[in-house]
Protein backbone atom coordinates (compact mmCIF):
# COMPACT_ATOMS: atom_id res chain seq x y z
CA UNK A 1 0.00 0.00 0.00
CA UNK A 2 1.36 3.54 -1.08
CA UNK A 3 2.18 6.00 1.51
CA UNK A 4 0.36 9.33 2.00
CA UNK A 5 3.03 10.74 0.50
CA UNK A 6 3.18 8.78 -2.72
CA UNK A 7 -0.42 9.49 -3.04
CA UNK A 8 0.38 13.29 -2.84
CA UNK A 9 3.17 13.18 -5.45
CA UNK A 10 1.06 10.98 -7.87
CA UNK A 11 -1.78 13.51 -7.82
CA UNK A 12 0.43 16.26 -8.56
CA UNK A 13 2.13 14.04 -11.29
CA UNK A 14 -1.24 13.41 -12.44
CA UNK A 15 -2.70 16.90 -11.91
CA UNK A 16 0.99 18.30 -14.08
CA UNK A 17 0.17 15.58 -16.76
CA UNK A 18 -3.47 17.28 -16.90
CA UNK A 19 -2.57 20.85 -17.73
CA UNK A 20 0.27 19.54 -19.94
CA UNK A 21 -2.38 17.98 -21.96
CA UNK A 22 -4.70 21.00 -22.33
CA UNK A 23 -1.88 23.37 -22.93
CA UNK A 24 -0.93 21.03 -25.92
CA UNK A 25 -4.60 20.56 -26.98
CA UNK A 26 -5.32 24.33 -26.62
CA UNK A 27 -2.49 26.80 -26.91
CA UNK A 28 -4.46 29.56 -25.11
CA UNK A 29 -6.41 27.44 -23.08
CA UNK A 30 -10.02 26.49 -23.19
CA UNK A 31 -11.29 30.35 -23.16
CA UNK A 32 -9.05 30.86 -26.27
CA UNK A 33 -10.49 27.67 -27.62
CA UNK A 34 -13.96 29.08 -27.21
CA UNK A 35 -12.71 32.81 -28.80
CA UNK A 36 -11.76 31.02 -31.84
CA UNK A 37 -15.17 28.53 -32.30
CA UNK A 38 -17.61 30.55 -30.90
CA UNK A 39 -18.82 33.97 -31.68
CA UNK A 40 -19.20 37.04 -29.24
CA UNK A 41 -22.89 36.57 -28.66
CA UNK A 42 -23.08 32.66 -28.26
CA UNK A 43 -19.80 33.72 -26.06
CA UNK A 44 -21.87 35.94 -23.89
CA UNK A 45 -25.08 33.65 -23.50
CA UNK A 46 -22.68 30.55 -22.47
CA UNK A 47 -21.23 33.00 -19.64
CA UNK A 48 -24.67 33.95 -18.66
CA UNK A 49 -26.04 30.56 -18.39
CA UNK A 50 -22.79 29.42 -16.22
CA UNK A 51 -23.35 32.64 -13.98
CA UNK A 52 -27.14 31.29 -13.44
CA UNK A 53 -26.35 28.10 -13.16
CA UNK A 54 -23.76 29.41 -9.74
CA UNK A 55 -26.61 31.41 -8.68
CA UNK A 56 -29.09 28.73 -9.05
CA UNK A 57 -26.32 26.73 -6.75
CA UNK A 58 -26.04 29.37 -3.87
CA UNK A 59 -29.86 29.70 -3.52
CA UNK A 60 -29.77 25.76 -2.74
CA UNK A 61 -26.90 26.23 -0.37
CA UNK A 62 -28.31 29.47 1.02
CA UNK A 63 -32.12 27.13 1.63
CA UNK A 64 -29.65 23.97 3.18
CA UNK A 65 -27.54 26.43 5.37
CA UNK A 66 -31.04 28.00 6.46
CA UNK A 67 -32.17 24.56 7.38
CA UNK A 68 -29.52 23.89 9.82
CA UNK A 69 -29.34 27.42 11.52
CA UNK A 70 -33.56 26.28 12.06
CA UNK A 71 -33.02 23.17 13.57
CA UNK A 72 -33.29 23.42 17.19
CA UNK A 73 -31.78 21.67 20.04
CA UNK A 74 -33.71 18.52 21.08
CA UNK A 75 -36.06 19.66 23.85
CA UNK A 76 -34.83 19.10 27.67
CA UNK A 77 -36.70 16.59 29.80
CA UNK A 78 -39.12 18.28 32.13
CA UNK A 79 -39.52 16.20 35.39
CA UNK A 80 -42.36 15.77 36.22
CA UNK A 81 -43.25 14.44 40.34
CA UNK A 82 -45.87 11.76 40.70
CA UNK A 83 -48.08 12.26 44.44
Do not use: Y
Not at 2 to 31: S, W
Not at 36 to 47: C, D, G, S, W
Not at 64 to 76: G, Q
Amino acid sequence: MATQQELEQRIADLENRIAELQAEATPGGLFALMDQLFPPETRAHLRAARKEQLLAFRSLLDKWIARVDEEKAPPKREAIRIE
